[in-house]
């Protein structure tokens, strides 16, 4: 599946879209120097400014308290020239993550991890939610993979990947099964998937073995290690699935396009283009 072709078909349409409403800024924080967290900002500045997306470049050293990051956040929430606001995780350890995330407005929050947003999305309603479930979506939707009645697997359950999309599979009618550190005998559920997504973050943790013939398999692992990227699908994989996700060039492309479309999509919030439901 080329999740590279897809997203480059998201970032033109995307671009039409951005020109038409004007100016949308995009904030991005991040805390400390983790080169991969580096990466990440610097790849999302780049498309954001390809297709006229104004990104705003915020950065705190490795030793800021929570208090301070927490006033900054603050001060983009209040700030009228920022759309979409998205702190990059991790966050160093002094910072807990679910204080930052319940301060970022809502409506700016281009991540979905807002309590607020996360919560419509238990309830089956798509506000904001996070770039990578909404990519991985759009992939098993252009590949034409059906969801509806499907045995979905999807391994790991981290707030930003694995819950919300193993929540759009359900709410896609998928029969869902998560998997994680604790469960006993993974293969046993892997091998029973029409769909599998690796979100683990451990290089070829899913082996040919462990995948039933035919299905599709998202890969949306991204590890670095001294001879290069790779995902957390072994390459012996892609001769038993039916469809597979290249690391790069799969889910890391989508999840960049997402994130910008959840920033037009904050944009049209904030100028009441869209409503932004409210309690
Ligand atoms: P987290 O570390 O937050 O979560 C990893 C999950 O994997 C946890 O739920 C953990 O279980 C589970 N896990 C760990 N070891 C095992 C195991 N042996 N068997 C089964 N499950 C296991 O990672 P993220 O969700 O943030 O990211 C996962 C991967 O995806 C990383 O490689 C990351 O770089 C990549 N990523 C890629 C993106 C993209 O755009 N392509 C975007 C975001 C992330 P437990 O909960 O029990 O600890």
Known sequence: M???ALAARIRSELKQDVAELGDVG????LVGDDPGSEIYIRLKHKA?????????DKRLPADTSED?????????NEDDSVDGILVQTPLPSQIDEARVMLSIEPMKDVDGLHPFNAGQLFFGHQTLVGA????I???LDEYRIPVEGAHAVVVGRSLIVGRPVAMLLLHANATV????SRTQDLARHTR?????????????IITAEMVKSGAAVIDVGINRTDDGLHGDVDPGVAEVAGHLTPVPGGVGPMTIACLLENALRAARYRRGALAFPRI
């Open 177 to 180: 099964t998560i998997g994680h």
């Open 48 to 56: 954001a400014g390809e297709v006229g997306i104004r990104a705003i």
């Open 26 to 29: 995009l904030a991005t924080v």
């Open 68 to 76: 301070d990051l927490l006033e900054l956040v603050g001060e983009l």
């Open 132 to 135: 990578t479930p909404v990519g």
């Open 137 to 139: 979506m759009r992939l």
């Open 2 to 4: 080329d999740g590279a």
């Open 192 to 204: 029973a998937a029409d769909i599998l997504v690796a979100a683990v973050g451990k290089v070829g």
